[in-house]
């Protein structure tokens, strides 16, 4: 929408956090996307307000990091409400993180109204996004007139190992070392590391170095066979590198950051990369199903994801993951994009090498209609 006159856009959005992860869920200001689909209501964003996506989620308003999210009306039958996520590089197929706190601010703030009231603790809530329905059980507490949401489910979509031990040459501060990749898809694809076989530890002064071998992995990796899915057609493109590394404390089974092809990093362990860890753990048989899987992220937050069964993808042996997080509002907030201002639609500071704006996360464009999986 505009303001009176007519040169300044008025955006509103309600933000929160999933274990350190922010998420900025825009509620107002933003054109209706249109589209039968979620796929071209994304792309229908990306022609009308990809500068507003950009104002929002980069400096001053964002950061490199930032990611965001805009509800819809339903295209499923039975979904209570479409979702857009966003990030500082463009548009998403899904966002695990992003997930989790929609769903607690549209329950806390009342944007959703649950069609069974609120005469349980749990809300089941499902979802149509680019990549298709996925759903959620939102754990919730009345207090009196308000709704607090204590804890959301991902009840994600199957997940499996389409490459096992890829050879890739990874570029480092101090030169080039091979390292054996493993690549799972689990709502995008995501190629699994060790990082001390790289030599860099799991730390926050490590991130730069996590850049730089991030973009070398999705250079080498991005539209390659193994990117390939039994029900998509043709490889796709990398949604992020995930570094493994030991955990940080003995009820912990594994740390990680996940660092995604635009080269952000997300300070939450990802809701994505959890359920393909946990993909390849099962490949491996260390993670039988039911046994909780505490995941811990680069600042000491957790998620906790379990299998809970086993299945196939094509000819490809696959799990159903879920993942359990919590996610707090942490304000509301008016922002003004003056049509008069040079840097109205943000900048990037500073530049992370190789970073390119990707007008949306290319998993989701190369799959066919009937391949969408949640």
């Known amino acids: 929408?505009?303001?009176?006159?007519?040169?300044?856009?008025?955006?509103?959005?309600?933000?929160?956090?999933?274990?350190?992860?922010?998420?900025?869920?825009?509620?107002?200001?933003?054109?209706?996307?249109?589209?039968?689909?979620?796929?071209?209501?994304?792309?229908?964003?990306?022609?009308?307000?990809?500068?507003?996506?950009?104002?929002?989620?980069?400096?001053?308003?964002?950061h490199a990091d930032m990611a965001g999210a805009l509800l819809t009306e339903p295209v499923s039958e039975g979904a209570h409400a479409g979702v857009l996520f966003m990030h500082a590089g463009g548009f998403s197929p899904f966002c695990g993180h992003g997930l989790m706190a929609v769903a607690t601010i549209a329950l806390e703030r009342g944007l959703i109204t649950t069609r069974g009231g609120r005469d349980t603790s749990v809300e089941t809530l499902q979802f149509d996004t680019v990549s298709g329905p996925v759903s959620v059980r939102a754990h919730v507490r009345d207090e009196g007139s308000a709704c607090r949401v204590t804890g959301v489910?991902?009840?994600?979509?199957?997940?499996?190992?389409?490459?096992?031990?890829?050879?890739?040459?990874?570029?480092?501060?101090?030169?080039?070392?091979?390292?054996?990749?493993?690549?799972?898809?689990?709502?995008?694809?995501?190629?699994?590391?060790?990082?001390?076989?790289?030599?860099?530890?799991?730390?926050?002064?490590?991130?730069?170095?996590?850049?730089?071998?991030?973009?070398?992995?999705?250079?080498?990796?991005?539209?390659?066979?193994?990117?390939?899915?039994?029900?998509?057609?043709?490889?796709?493109?990398?949604?992020?590198?995930?570094?493994?590394?030991?955990?940080?404390?003995?009820?912990?089974?594994?740390?990680?950051?996940?660092?995604?092809?635009?080269?952000?990093?997300?300070?939450?362990?990802?809701?994505?990369?959890?359920?393909?860890?946990?993909?390849v753990l099962s490949a491996m048989e260390l993670l039988p199903p039911g046994e909780p899987f505490v995941h811990e992220s680069l600042i000491g937050t957790r998620f906790v994801g379990r299998i809970a069964g086993l299945t196939r993808v094509g000819d490809l042996p696959a799990i159903r993951p879920e993942v359990d997080g919590a996610a707090w509002i942490t304000g509301e907030h008016t922002f003004l994009v003056d049509d008069a201002d040079p840097l109205r639609e943000g900048f990037h500071f500073p530049a992370p090498p190789d970073r390119t704006e990707r007008k949306a996360r290319q998993v989701s464009a190369r799959r066919p209609a009937a391949a969408k999986r949640r």
Do not use: K, N, W
Request: hydrophobic share 45%; aromatic share 4%.
């Open 1 to 62: 929408m505009l303001a009176s006159d007519a040169m300044v856009h008025v955006l509103r959005t309600i933000d929160a956090h999933a274990a350190g992860q922010p998420l900025r869920l825009v509620v107002a200001g933003l054109p209706t996307p249109r589209g039968f689909t979620m796929l071209a209501r994304q792309a229908s964003m990306v022609r009308q307000a990809d500068h507003l996506r950009r104002a929002l989620m980069l400096e001053p308003r964002g």
């Open 153 to 279: 489910t991902l009840v994600c979509a199957p997940a499996c190992v389409t490459r096992a031990g890829e050879p890739v040459r990874v570029a480092l501060r101090d030169g080039v070392r091979e390292a054996r990749v493993d690549v799972a898809f689990a709502g995008g694809y995501y190629a699994m590391v060790d990082g001390e076989s790289l030599g860099v530890a799991l730390m926050p002064d490590a991130v730069p170095d996590l850049r730089r071998a991030a973009a070398t992995i999705v250079e080498a990796l991005d539209g390659t066979d193994a990117l390939s899915h039994p029900q998509h057609t043709g490889p796709g493109s990398l949604e992020g590198v995930v570094f493994t590394g030991p955990p940080g404390g003995a009820d912990v089974h594994l740390r990680s950051v996940t660092v995604f092809a635009d080269g952000a990093v997300d300070r939450s362990p990802c809701g994505g990369a959890t359920a393909a860890v946990m993909a």
